[in-house]
């Protein structure tokens, strides 16, 4: 009878669903968020909002590390999502907040591995080549996602150790996108001239010539 009937998935599809938008990983995560798209964080993380900064953190339940809830971006001025790569920064809170006001350090030693992969707060000292791990393991209980071009990381060649440096001091395309909103028609026409031909655009695929247009700046869109 009809009355044997039940609506809704069962239990094994319900996890599979339950599965299927939820990350394998931070980095997996971060990707989705920097293309505005959903999906669920790893397993194993909770979040916590931190109020007065107006932000909130992702927290490693094993490693107690807050990862800030969105990833910094740089862009490549490409208008694709290829050629990105996934970097971790750990820190003070400190250093977060840094970031957060826009104080972008020349370079940053950072690494490929979430807090999960670590562990601990300790583990992300070492793999920083701290000499005493333990007594530093609290200089690393923030952490901040970068997705940067891949042209802008080098490999550091250290046994055992998972490091990166990521050079901010080499991005040219955020400079250059913030003069196109300030309308500098000038410092435009110059940086015009280097990247050549094609639109230069933003993570979300916002063209300089967009930005200068929606801010009213005339002389800076025909630069």
């Not at 932000?55 to 050629?83: F, M, N, R, Y």
């Not at 920083?128 to 550091?156: H, I, M, Q, S, W």
């Not at 440096?165 to 040219?172: A, G, I, M, P, T």
């Amino acid at each position: 009878s009809t009355s044997s009937w039940r609506c809704g998935a069962s239990a094994p599809l319900r996890d599979y669903r339950i599965a299927a938008m939820t990350a394998a990983s931070m980095a997996e995560y971060f990707e989705k968020v920097a293309r505005e798209q959903h999906l669920e964080p790893p397993q194993g993380y909770g979040y916590k909002a931190d109020v007065p900064l107006g932000v909130g953190c992702w927290v490693d339940q094993q490693s107690t590390c807050k990862v800030l809830e969105k990833p910094v971006c740089i862009p490549s001025g490409a208008p694709h999502h290829q050629g990105y790569l996934m970097m971790y920064g750990y820190g003070k809170k400190e250093a977060m907040v840094s970031i957060l006001e826009g104080q972008m350090p020349p370079m940053l030693p950072c690494t490929m591995k979430d807090p999960k992969e670590f562990g601990t707060l300790e583990a992300i000292a070492d793999n920083f080549g701290n000499k005493d791990p333990k007594a530093a393991a609290k200089d690393c209980e923030y952490c901040v996602a970068f997705r940067v071009p891949a042209d802008l990381v080098t490999k550091v060649e250290t046994p055992e150790r998972d490091l990166w440096l990521v050079r901010f001091d080499q991005d040219l395309v955020s400079p250059f996108l913030q003069l196109c909103k300030e309308g500098n028609a000038a410092m435009v026409a110059k940086g015009v001239a280097h990247f050549g031909k094609g639109e230069i655009v933003d993570e979300t695929g916002i063209s300089g010539l967009m930005m200068a247009a929606m801010g009213g700046w005339q002389e800076t869109c025909q630069a």
